[in-house]
């Protein structure tokens, strides 16, 4: 499915805008962690609500994998979902000061906290590029150690389609790998395009 | 979206909102030294503005968990962004008592905590705002509903446990009920064929005495063929005797009639293993000798055995054994059949040893065979309805369930040993008398 919902002059202005909002989420972050991190180029396209399931499992690849979601709200809104294979977020506990024993609850905040640092890092970035504001739900557990394909169930969707913005996490120096989706549902996309229009006037 | 208008209303009803609002709100600088700490704050912990205000805030509570919450907070600084704490996975942030100290519930309080970044003077955060809400009664509530789910699935599981033996029983019975009109089935052929096998056998028994006259009155006629001079009556004789092969006619006659006589015997003996096997007319409990039992289950399957296996047989001496009899040669039947298709034939014929002794009080009958042997995983399953080791089509995987049952019935027990490739072992025990049966 082609990105008909958005100009090309607004994709390649949303594609910039997310280039530079990761690389400044990228600098925050490695202040938070006190480790360098690696982000990959945003990749932007568009998916029908169908579709949604298989795009997230293609990212997350085979196996079992856990997901956080959290709600932006403002004049931008949708849902960010941060996919991490299985266990890996266990390389960042000591970075964000748990102790050495993770029991399930732990585990999961430890989950909820990453999630939370990444989406508000990202999408913080995003909405300052584009001078508007931007506000978060408290992140919350979308599916611990489900198969891939299981992370979100097609029927709860409830947009038509959704704008996806994919950028991959690493630390140079650990295991740790996980994906960001941002998704705006079909109807909030009018105002992302305002957004852009007034970003592109004022180049 | 602009940033708020200065606010309409007056400073004094704002700081009195923050307050008095039933919310705990409390405020921290980069360094956490406490900056604002509201009513609710103070109720609960016990510490007042005053004490606390300008204090840092892991002196004041030493309890926190101090590096991950300083990260936490640094993260809020950094990123300008808001962070959580939930209830359900950290119980707590504050250790405040709960405010059911009579009606009794959980022994803290259940926070929510939201770290929302201020920017006092614009650009970077200058202030951490965590406001602490109270999710005691969403905890206790969270608490029940879970208990009552538990004891909902409990019941569930129960219940699905419940319809599965009542599928296995019903499936017991189906296959009794079969085996039970396979076995009327084959008492009323036995019956059947009973009649015609009695008057062939006795019309042979004539036709064997009427050959036997009628030979010996040739044999009279050929020794006074000498005394014949007519010689055209004795060439004629002589050349019929020659067409007709008389000599080999008076020596096979007989031998025919052996052989029909021997081939009458066999089928009254497959009729009364029939019989024996289904015990028609005695479905109640009886005294039977088990290694006739044994041998008629033998006769009955017999062409399932006799290409893949020598049978041995080692019977003891057997008491008469109060039993089902013919529900026990199902079980016999089933752990011959069983032995038999354990063989691999590409191994040649292989051996299956049946075996009979007493005990005390107990009687048992072995069956071994030297086929495949079974792992552990299926030598713990081998009981179970439905499982089978068969291909598709060829076991119901219900004898061994069956044949189980029918032990229990009989309050006796069965005994496995094998190992693969080392073939197997199976022993059913029974007891001489059944419980409240008086010792002979």
């Known amino acids: ?203 | 979206m602009n940033p708020p208008a200065p606010s309409a209303a007056s400073p004094a009803l704002l700081e009195s909102l923050v307050e008095r609002i039933d919310v705990g709100v409390f405020a921290v600088d980069r360094d956490a030294t406490i900056a604002l700490w509201n009513r609710f704050m103070a109720v609960h912990s016990g510490k007042s503005s005053a004490e606390v205000l300008g204090q840092n805030l892991f002196a004041v509570f030493p309890e926190l968990p101090r590096p991950w919450l300083q990260k936490k907070l640094e993260s809020v600084f950094v990123l300008g962004n808001s962070a959580f704490t939930l209830w359900e996975l950290r119980p707590y942030l504050f250790r405040f008592p709960h405010t059911r100290p009579i009606t009794g519930g959980l022994d803290l309080m259940r926070q929510n905590v939201t770290f929302l970044p201020l920017r006092v003077s614009g650009g970077s955060v200058s202030l951490v705002c965590g406001t602490v809400f109270d999710y005691t009664d969403t905890a206790m509530a969270h608490a029940r509903l879970q208990d009552a789910i538990a004891a909902l699935s409990k019941e569930k599981d129960a219940q699905r446990e419940l319809i599965g033996k009542l599928e296995a029983a019903q499936n017991q019975l189906l296959q009794s009920e079969k085996m039970a009109s396979i076995g009327q089935l084959a008492a009323g052929v036995a019956h059947e064929i009973n009649n015609p096998v009695g008057f062939v056998n006795s019309n042979l028994q004539s036709l064997k005495r009427y050959c036997e006259q009628m030979l010996s009155l040739i044999a009279a006629y050929q020794s006074a063929e000498a005394q014949i001079s007519d010689a055209a009556l004795l060439s004629t004789i002589t050349a019929l005797k020659q067409a007709l092969d008389i000599e080999f006619l008076q020596e096979d006659l007989p031998a025919l009639i052996k052989e029909s006589e021997d081939g009458l015997v066999r089928i009254k003996k497959i009729v009364e293993d029939l019989k024996d096997f289904s015990h028609v007319d005695e479905s109640d409990w009886q005294h039977a000798d088990l290694n006739a039992g044994l041998d008629s289950t033998l006769n009955v399957v017999w062409n399932e055995v006799k290409y893949k296996a020598r049978v041995e047989k080692n019977y003891g001496t057997l008491p008469a054994v109060a039993c089902l009899a013919a529900q026990l040669n199902q079980v016999f039947m089933n752990l011959i059949i069983n032995a038999a298709q354990s063989l691999d034939q590409a191994q040649g014929m292989g051996t299956i040893t049946l075996s009979t002794g007493h005990q005390d009080d107990w009687v048992w009958v072995e069956v071994q065979d030297t086929g495949r042997g079974m792992s552990e995983d299926v030598k713990r399953r081998i009981f179970e309805p439905f499982f089978t080791t068969k291909p598709v089509g060829q076991g119901t995987g219900l004898g061994m369930s069956v044949s189980y049952n029918i032990v229990q019935k009989h309050h006796g027990r069965i005994e496995i040993d094998s190992a693969p490739g080392q073939g197997t072992r199976f022993r059913v025990w029974v007891p001489v008398r059944q419980t409240g049966e008086a010792a002979p």
């Open chain 1, 1 to 203: 499915m082609s990105i008909d919902f958005i100009s090309d002059e607004q994709r390649e202005a949303l594609q910039e805008v997310a280039n530079i909002g990761m690389g400044q989420a990228g600098a925050s972050i490695a202040q938070v962690l006190g480790e360098f991190v690696e982000l990959s180029i945003p990749q932007i396209r568009a998916v029908a609500a169908a579709e949604i399931p298989a795009a997230l499992a293609a990212l997350a690849g085979d196996g079992v994998a856990s997901a956080v979601r959290q709600a932006f709200i403002g004049e931008l809104r949708g849902e960010a979902i941060v996919i991490f294979s299985e266990h890996s977020a266990h390389d960042l506990a000591e970075l964000l000061c748990y102790g050495d024993a993770l029991d399930t609850p732990a585990s999961r905040e430890l989950l909820l906290d990453i999630g939370n640092v990444l989406v508000g890092a990202c999408l913080g970035g995003i909405a300052g590029l584009l001078q508007t504001e931007i506000g978060f739900s408290a992140p919350s557990l979308l599916a611990d150690q489900v198969a891939t394909r299981q992370l979100i169930q097609a029927e709860t969707i409830a947009a038509r389609c959704a704008l996806l913005v994919e950028v991959r996490f690493g630390l140079e120096k650990r295991a740790f790998r996980c994906h960001l989706v941002m998704l705006m549902p079909d109807d909030a996309v009018a105002a992302l395009q305002r957004a852009l229009d007034r970003f592109i006037e004022e180049l």
